[in-house]
């Protein structure tokens, strides 16, 4: 690992039990380490425990359970979220996630995995642009997307996907150059929102 590798945070967007985001992820996570560039910190949204309601901008919040989530949000200069389409969007927990920690994701690039059925989870990815977007995020336009995924694990939960290696590799290139490029403006000129 280089001395000054960038820190990437990957997300499982979905809690849900049973799902196959786990072995989207570690798919994924795999294909992370192959690059020498990154420090990865994967952030598993069913071991994080967030209220529902977030606080409002000007009531004060004393929930100490987000403290840590927060540091590492704040610590990473890039994301990928891995992501379900549930309903032709994406899950309530990766939403409840964002809204929670508004601020760690400004001026940072953001990339998606996703997952489901004909649509290979590409109705949520294009939801969530907007939603990265209004908190001044910058979204990586090359996804990595499996299509009807239960079809492609095996017999052990695992995913066998060699299609995905080449589109995983233009992800994680891009997502290399937006991290760097973005870290060295912000630490040139630190952004406000």
Do not use: C
């Not at 967030?50 to 004060?60: F, K, M, N, Q, T």
């Not at 910058?138 to 239960?150: A, G, N, P, Q």
């Not at 403006?185 to 952004?191: F, L, T």
């Amino acid at each position: 690992m280089q001395k000054d590798a960038l820190r990437v945070a990957i997300i499982l967007g979905t809690a849900q039990e049973g799902r196959s985001g786990s072995a989207v992820a570690n798919w994924f996570i795999g294909q992370a380490r192959l690059f020498d560039y990154f420090t990865i910190d994967v952030i598993n949204l069913a071991e994080v425990e967030l209220p529902l309601v977030p606080p409002r901008r000007s009531a004060p919040t004393e929930v100490d359970v987000l403290a840590d989530t927060a540091a590492r949000l704040t610590a990473a200069d890039a994301f990928v979220a891995v992501t379900p389409e549930y309903n032709h969007s994406f899950p309530a927990s990766l939403k409840n996630l964002i809204d929670w920690h508004r601020t760690p994701w400004q001026a940072k690039p953001v990339a998606f995995v996703s997952y489901g059925g004909l649509a290979g989870g590409l109705r949520a990815v294009e939801q969530l642009r907007v939603v990265f977007a209004e908190l001044h995020a910058v979204t990586i336009r090359d996804t990595v997307s499996f299509h009807t995924v239960w079809d492609q694990l095996d017999e052990d939960g695992n995913l066998r996907s060699s299609d995905a290696v080449v589109p995983a590799k233009v992800l994680l290139e891009r997502l290399v150059w937006w991290a760097t490029a973005l870290k060295n403006a912000r630490a040139q000129h630190p952004y406000v929102a």
